[in-house]
């Protein structure tokens, strides 16, 4: 330090010596003095002082220099100051301290503009402020009185200056004080340190202002209003502005809204100095004149400066000194960007001028807009780029005054009170938008500046400032332009008195409108996207997307007419100027532009800034405008703007032909299109996805709106199919995992990617399976389902490993994983950055209860400061719904604004505590935001991978050939698996965020989610179920020989727990749709698992595996409550679906001899007589609704037939058809109205006219639906009854009783000729004729109907006519064949197909027509099946009605008579048309027998064929295969297997035709008895004396002598041949198992006919 203090002495000495030689010159020049001295001027004196040998300056260039290394490097001087860490050198703190004792005055610059390079930051700046303040000085110069290096000293160096500048102006005639030049620049050198210092350190700038001692601000504004040099002014001015602004830089210096807050009220301050100084005159009609010279009063002041000292030197340093002064006092809240959020900017004091003008800061921004901005083209510079200059800082004025126009209070529909109307009318932002929008000289400015073009800003002038700020105040009149027009100016317009003259244009009309008459303007705005600066880029495409979707632009354009096309405004500008081919070239290097420079989600400060309003983290301008120029083309591709747009025209497409002309190609044409397909090309997708994962969203998304709109789908399907094989090689190069999940806003940018990726992917493979593109669905579909751990390279996407049906992975399930982990991991990081923020940001947060929607503490700061946050939820533009946090930061700041006007922010706690809550509420809403955007983004990813499954297991599945029919089969099963505990998994946000949902909210929002993958879980298990049908199938074509491999139990049980456990999670609980899904999902397991059971009777397991599972854990229990309550009270739909499912599971129970669980667990809970109660309480008005012609819903009837199957299942074990007789099933039935609303026959379809006929069932069908199932049920039923059960047998005859008149009807029906026949109607018949003969048995109930025959009682006994009418329509002859009609698609499908049981002789083997009839098709093989049933019925009822009573026990000698059923003619001439008679069942027999007779034969010939099935012919197999259940798998089985499966349906059809055999011997036996009842009955019985008198009475007429004479004739001639037949029929074990008993018994009924008709006939 000696050293250096001893070269300091020598450098003093030098200084001093050079002062002394100054002071001579000047001395020496003219001292006339003049207002300012422009700068640069020069004089004699000054020549002549540069001519004189200069001596050496080294120290100064050394300071020199460091300042060239350090300027504008913040912190990276911090060593100097003795900071540093690990790098600290004290030798260059102590050579700072050394340079404070220089005293030259050169040195003293230097030195004072290294220090002001090194203050740069905001640890240097606090040092550096330290320093000047005598903290880091030696002993020594501490010592000193007055040390040069401190405030104290410099600023009193300029009061000095102002106080001499003063003292000359009482005296004019005295020579001018003057400020030496040599002193200007030390004076310079100083501010610019001061400036650095109060830029960086917000500690430094107030200790500064608030000052007494130093008085900085009033030193600088006295000096400012004296004759002083216009670069020391302008030093002055930039020195002030540095207090006032709000930049980046004094924002790192500390708390971020204390920093704003502080350097609010400091503008405030300045603004009232500035006011106070009328350096601008705004004072109204006062003097505005200032003090200068010798005292005279002369004109003066900024606008003075302007015009005559700065024009005439052609160079404007103070009055851009003055403008940057303005610009800086005018604070722009964050947030802004969004014009309708923006708010009042809280530095600019609201009665700023109040005592005499119209407050606000207007006069200010006129001066910047009249005199500088406007006149700035007619004015001269020295310097050229100086213009460029001007103009950017004039425009950053107008721009700051636009970002600080609030329009809340008109654009809200509310109406403005008078105070924001008089607020909004004095504001300069509203001044700037009426004079753009009435096309005044501004607007004419602002092109004038954009016209400078695009190639010189590419080329680095000055005016890119001035360019990007241009296009920014374009941009943002475009967006505020309507809540100006529409509500603005009609509430100014309406508004009463304001308090000042309020003159508004009088036309005002849209920046678009006065654009369309600027078409070469219109071109150079959209050229601009082109430029290399990002900022302009941005803000050029964000320009020419308002453009775009302005309705101006997008009308047709008539100026073009070529050939009929049609062009809107924008297009025909674009395409028809000479800059097409440069502007899309422009926005191509837009798209492809890729600039690191993204903000870090995670930092502080924009989690802070985020909370004040911005939605998301910042991104760097080239980041931007890539997104922006995406969403360009994204919102020009929709339904809503007709083809071509802009978008078209970027993206290649003939603007001639947009739908069909094919897309260039990139080496003949380079459009965007392919720009955007090389971002996403190959590996690229991948390392786009973790960079850039907003713009690969966006990107996706294009890619899919282009295939999925109906004007671009084919050609952009086309172009990506045929040259970029997009969706496969995406698929791909896209990795399962989600990469950079930690970071919230890029996992939901990623999520979303993924989403519109695998949309697009199904849609390609939907299409290419329409299209039958086998090769590329195969393609695709067999890489989704390959095992996710194979290389994709690996040709065989099946290979067999060890253990790969339990362990491996499909790629299509790898993938929801990757989605499920990447949710996951995302939210456990939100968590802790929430946390973290709280600790660190919140003052250490507080602890929130899980449950409370918004936190105790949050709910707290939202009641202190009465804001309703959910009044600020809106949809982004993905349409999730998330805290508005511009909306909530103008909310937060009234609430605020609003306590203070109260005084309820008097003292500094509760403004503290104030400021605390709504800082709380904001940064909680920011990541409330963070936590739904990412589960919307998850919901969105889970619904595109759901659209992917389901197409691949729905249309695509046979695609999927590799593996066969084994890997089909396992893909289901493990699609199933995974799906089941993709349901089943709990919710990964579980833990509630402070102003997250509460938990119900959340579950519910999670079910939802849920319900959407459940739907593809029922898909998935729908399928499962078919694959193992088709197995079962293709097991039965396994030869004999060979060993089907065993079907995994284990896996399979553990599906059936993973889905019972999705049915009861408590996202299942909260969700029916979920729950219902799942319900459908189990239904179709467990049917596929009963067909794993029925093709191997091993797999029964299976099943007995099943109901274990649901016996021997809480889980059944738990089950079948959720399911039966659902059955009981949820919704329509569901209710069918857990009908079904309590049916599959009672069906479970079938096997088991043990109690039905089902049936004990309904009977506990008591749901059976809720159920049986429904059905007439609810259910029955609802049924009867159904049958009206256009029925509003069918709903009741889907959920009454889902009951009535379950019921029936329940029916057919003893213990659940018992509950349901005790529950009063069988009196519900009989009181339900809707069984008698049968419409007549015909009615179904041609007296009901409705649109709904083709998707809504006849009425006929709809009341079949309703009439059968409790047909059967009533069938069901009486097969459990004993015959001894009175009771019972009473209700059901009861039921017949209450429904005579429906049950009459459909036997009737079956009787008329005239009446058609249908499946339907027959089965009706069937049933009814079934009931008939059940109830008919029982004689307590023929006696007790006996008994009220005389009351006017209907019931069994009515129907006994009726019953007998069907014998001679059915059971003679094949009459009935001609009335039979197909009633719907499925049975006129049934009518072209050939039945393989069709015993015809003629054309069963005739190959030579593909007609077939309708006797031998499947269809009527089922209706012939059916008369039988019927046939066998009546004749089964007939028996019943005629068997002969036990006799009374008193008069056992007086037997009951017969009560004939069939009239004595038996010869058929003989007969009646509408009575059976004897002659029917002559012919009923020998009809029969001939059917035995060709069933016979055809079993024989189906038992020989199933032994050589290699005898039929390909056809002949496929045409058996056809008509069998197993039709679907005739594609995948082979001619061996086709021959395997052909023995098996051969065989069932042997089978079938041996049990018709036997049903038809059956009723030959019945027709025998009743033959030989009758031909006794009517030899023995009594004849009475008038045989036609009980014709009256209504019984059946007995013949007279004569005809019984002809009866024994006719007998002796008709019956003989028949006898001898049957006597030759010979039953064989094949018949029946007791063939010999039954032959037996019919040759002992022709033995005793034969006895009748040879004896007692001839004996009568």
């Known amino acids: 330090e000696d050293a250096i203090f001893q070269a300091q002495q020598a450098e003093q000495l030098r200084a001093a010596q050079e002062e002394q030689r100054q002071l001579q010159q000047q001395q020496q020049q003219q001292s006339g003095f003049r207002y300012s001295r422009p700068i640069g001027t020069s004089e004699p004196a000054a020549a002549a002082a540069a001519a004189v040998a200069e001596p050496r300056r080294d120290t100064e260039a050394l300071f020199l220099w460091i300042t060239v290394l350090y300027a504008e490097r913040a912190d990276a001087g911090l060593r100097f100051w003795g900071r540093g860490g690990a790098e600290l050198d004290d030798r260059l703190a102590v050579f700072v301290r050394w340079g404070a004792d220089c005293r030259e005055q050169g040195m003293i610059r230097g030195y004072f503009n290294m220090l002001a390079a090194l203050a740069s930051g905001a640890q240097a700046s606090v040092c550096a402020h330290e320093f000047m303040s005598g903290g880091m000085l030696s002993p020594r110069q501490a010592a000193n009185q007055a040390p040069l290096c401190s405030w104290q000293a410099l600023f009193g160096a300029l009061d000095f200056y102002a106080g001499q500048m003063r003292q000359g102006e009482p005296d004019p005639l005295a020579a001018a004080a003057e400020i030496p030049d040599a002193e200007v620049g030390l004076l310079r050198a100083f501010l610019r340190l001061c400036r650095s210092v109060v830029r960086y350190s917000v500690v430094a700038r107030t200790a500064i202002y608030d000052s007494a001692e130093l008085g900085a601000m009033q030193t600088m504004f006295a000096l400012v209003g004296c004759v002083v040099p216009v670069a020391l002014k302008a030093s002055l001015l930039d020195t002030i502005a540095a207090f006032g602004a709000l930049d980046a830089a004094v924002l790192g210096s500390g708390d971020g809204d204390g920093v704003r807050a502080a350097v609010a009220e400091m503008a405030r301050r300045i603004w009232a100095l500035l006011e106070q100084s009328q350096m601008l005159p705004t004072a109204a009609g006062g003097d505005a004149a200032l003090t200068v010279g010798r005292g005279a009063r002369v004109r003066g002041g900024i606008a003075y400066e302007l015009d005559e000292v700065e024009a005439a030197a052609e160079t404007y340093p ?815 739909a569901w209710k069918t679906v857990a009908f079904s499912l309590l049916d599959a599971l009672a069906a479970l129970q079938a096997g088991d001899a043990r109690a039905s669980r089902v049936v004990l667990f309904l009977v506990r809970k008591n749901f059976f007589s809720s159920y049986v109660g429904a059905l007439l309480r609810r259910e029955d008005p609802a049924l009867q609704l159904t049958l009206q012609p256009d029925p509003a819903s069918l709903n009741a009837l889907y959920i009454y037939e889902a009951k009535m199957a379950f019921f029936i299942r329940l029916a057919q074990r003893a213990d659940g058809a018992d509950k349901l007789i005790e529950n009063g099933v069988l009196d519900v039935l009989a009181d339900c109205a809707f069984l008698d609303m049968r419409p007549s026959a015909g009615s179904g379809s041609g007296g009901e006219s409705s649109f709904a006929d083709a998707f809504i069932p006849a009425r006929t069908e709809r009341f079949h639906q309703l009439l059968m199932p409790a047909l059967d049920l009533l069938l069901a039923l009486a097969a459990r009854i004993g015959r001894d059960n009175v009771t019972v047998w009473m209700k059901v005859a009861r039921f017949v009783s209450q429904h005579h008149g429906v049950l009459e009807a459909v036997l009737k029906d079956a009787a008329l000729p005239a009446v058609p026949l249908s499946s339907a109607l027959l089965a009706e018949a069937k049933a009814v004729s079934a009931l008939v003969f059940y109830v008919a048995r029982q004689r307590a109930v023929l006696d007790r109907e006996a008994a009220l025959a005389g009351s006017g009682h209907v019931g069994v006994a009515s129907l006994h006519l009726p019953m007998l009418a069907l014998l001679p329509k059915l059971a003679a002859g094949r009459a009935w064949i001609q009335r039979l009609t197909p009633a719907n698609d499925v049975e006129r499908a049934q009518a072209q197909v050939a039945s393989p049981l069709a015993d015809t002789a003629n054309s069963s083997n005739d190959d030579s027509s593909d007609a077939v009839d309708l006797e031998h098709s499947v269809f009527g093989q089922q209706a012939s099946e059916l008369v039988d049933a019927i046939v066998q019925n009546a004749l089964a009822y007939a028996q019943a009605v005629t068997e002969r009573a036990a006799g009374n026990p008193r008069q056992p000698s007086q037997p009951q008579h017969l009560r004939p059923a069939f009239s004595w003619p038996i010869e058929h001439s003989r007969e009646s048309d509408y009575l059976p008679s004897l002659a029917l069942l002559v012919a009923f027999v020998r009809q029969s027998l001939a059917h035995i007779d060709r069933g016979r034969r055809a079993r024989t010939e189906k038992q020989r064929l199933a032994k050589h099935s290699s005898e039929m012919t390909t056809s002949d197999l496929r045409r058996l295969i056809a008509a069998s259940p197993y039709a679907e798998a005739a594609d995948d089985l082979g001619p061996v297997q086709m021959r395997a499966l052909a023995t098996v349906l051969l065989t069932q059809q042997a089978a079938r035709i041996a049990r018709a055999v036997s049903l038809r011997v059956n009723a030959v036996e019945q027709a025998l008895v009743l033959l030989w009842r009758h031909l006794s009955f009517f030899a023995t019985v009594e004849l009475p004396d008038d045989a036609y008198a009980t014709r009256a009475r209504g019984a059946m007429a007995l013949p007279s002598a004569h005809e019984r004479d002809t009866l024994r004739t006719d007998a002796s001639i008709t019956l003989p041949p028949l006898l001898s037949t049957l006597a030759d029929l010979k039953l064989t074990s094949d018949d029946f198992a007791n063939a010999a008993t039954h032959t037996s018994f019919i040759q002992m009924l022709v033995r005793r006919i034969k006895d009748l008709v040879l004896r007692d006939f001839s004996i009568a």
């Open 318 to 1132: 103070e009055t851009r000194a003055f403008v940057r002064l303005v610009a800086a006092l005018m604070h722009v809240a964050p947030g802004s960007d969004d014009p309708l959020a923006a708010a009042a900017s809280a530095s600019v004091p609201a009665d700023l001028g109040a005592a005499h003008r119209v407050p606000g800061v207007a006069p200010y921004v006129a001066f910047v807009l009249d005199s500088v901005l406007l006149k700035a083209e007619q004015r001269a510079y020295r310097v050229a780029d100086e213009k460029w200059a001007v103009y950017a800082q004039a425009l950053d004025v107008v721009e700051r005054s636009l970002a600080t126009l609030d329009l809340g209070a008109v654009a809200g529909g509310a109406e403005p009170g008078a105070d924001a109307l008089r607020a909004l009318a004095t504001h300069p932002g509203f001044e700037i938008v009426v004079r753009v929008l009435c096309g005044s000289r501004l607007l004419d400015v602002l092109l004038r500046v954009l016209d400078v073009g695009v190639d010189a800003v590419n080329s680095g002038a000055a005016a890119s400032a001035a360019v990007a700020a241009a296009l920014r105040i374009v941009l943002r009149v475009l967006r505020v332009e309507a809540a100006v027009l529409r509500g603005a100016v009609p509430a100014l317009a309406e508004a009463g008195a304001l308090g000042f003259a309020l003159n508004l244009p009088r036309s005002l009309t849209t920046l678009e409108q006065l654009l369309l008459a600027r078409r070469a303007a219109v071109v150079q705005l959209v050229t601009f996207v082109g430029a290399v600066d990002a900022d302009i880029r941005l803000a050029a495409v964000r320009i020419v997307h308002v453009l775009a979707d302005s309705s101006a632009f997008s009308g047709v354009d008539d100026r073009v007419a070529r050939d009929a096309l049609t062009l809107n405004r924008l297009v025909s500008m674009v395409d028809g100027s000479a800059e097409s081919v440069r502007i899309m070239h422009a926005f191509i290097a837009c798209l492809e532009a890729d600039e690191d420079g993204a903000a870090n989600a995670a930092d502080a400060r924009v989690v802070l800034d985020a909370a004040r309003g911005i939605d998301d983290a910042p991104l760097a301008p080239p980041q931007a405008a890539r997104l922006a120029a995406v969403d360009l083309l994204l919102a020009n591709i929709a339904a809503s703007k007709p083809a071509p747009t802009l978008a078209h025209y970027l993206l290649g497409f003939s603007l001639a032909r947009p739908a069909a002309a094919d897309l260039p190609d990139p080496a003949q044409r380079a459009t965007c299109l392919h720009a955007v397909l090389d971002l996403v090309r190959g590996e690229r997708a991948a390392a786009l996805l973790a960079r850039r994962p907003r713009l690969a969203e966006r990107c996706y998304h294009l890619l899919h709106r282009l295939c999925a709109d109906p004007v671009t789908s084919d050609v952009a399907t086309r172009y990506l199919r045929a040259r970029e094989d997009f969706v496969y090689t995406q698929l791909r190069a896209l990795p399962a995992a989600v990469a950079g999940a930690a970071d919230a806003s890029a996992a939901c940018a990623q999520l979303h990617a993924r989403a519109w990726l695998w949309r697009t992917a199904a849609l390609e493979l939907h299409a290419l399976v329409l299209q039958d593109s086998r090769a590329r669905a195969k393609l695709v579909a067999e890489w989704l389902v390959a095992d996710a751990a194979q290389p994709a390279d690996d040709g065989d996407v099946f290979a067999a490993r060890p253990g790969a049906f339990l362990d491996a992975q499909m790629r299509l399930l790898a993938l929801l994983d990757g989605v499920r982990h990447a949710h996951r991991d995302a939210v456990a990081a939100l968590q802790r950055q929430q946390r973290d923020a709280e600790l660190e940001y919140l003052d250490g947060g507080d602890d929130d209860d899980d449950d409370d929607p918004m936190g105790g503490s949050a709910r707290d700061d939202a009641a202190l400061l009465g804001v309703d946050v959910g009044s600020c939820l809106a949809s982004t533009a993905r349409g999730c719904a998330v805290y508005d946090l511009q909306a909530l930061a103008v909310l937060l700041r009234r609430a605020e604004s609003a306590l203070a006007a109260s005084g309820a922010l008097a003292s500094a706690g509760a403004r503290h505590r104030a400021h605390a809550a709504a800082r709380r509420v904001a940064v909680r809403c920011y990541f409330a935001n963070q936590e739904r955007e990412l589960f919307f983004a998850f919901a969105s990813a889970l619904r595109g991978w759901k659209e992917l499954a389901e197409i691949v297991v729905t249309s695509a599945w046979d695609r999927v050939e590799a593996g066969g029919r084994t890997a089909r089969e396992r893909t289901a099963f493990q699609l199933l698996r995974g799906l089941a505990q993709a349901v089943a998994e709990p919710d990964a946000s579980a833990t509630a965020m402070p102003l997250q949902a509460s938990a119900a909210e959340r579950e519910q929002r999670h079910a939802d989610v849920r319900a959407a993958l459940a739907s593809t879980l029922t898909l998935s298990a729908e399928r499962l179920g078919r694959e193992w049908a088709r197995a079962g199938v293709l097991l039965r074509t396994a030869p004999a020989d060979s060993d089907a491999p065993p079907q995994p139990v284990e896996p399979v049980l553990d599906a059936w727990r993973l889905l019972i456990g999705a049915a009861l999670t408590p996202a299942a609980q909260a969700s029916l749709q979920l729950r219902g899904n799942v319900y459908a999902s189990m239904l179709h397991f467990l049917r596929g698992l009963r067909r794993l059971a029925e093709r191997d009777g091993a797999r029964s397991r299976l099943v007995a595996g099943a109901r274990d599972v649901l016996a021997s854990s809480t889980l059944g229990d738990r089950l079948l409550e959720t399911v039966s309550a659902d059955a009981a009270d949820a919704s329509d």
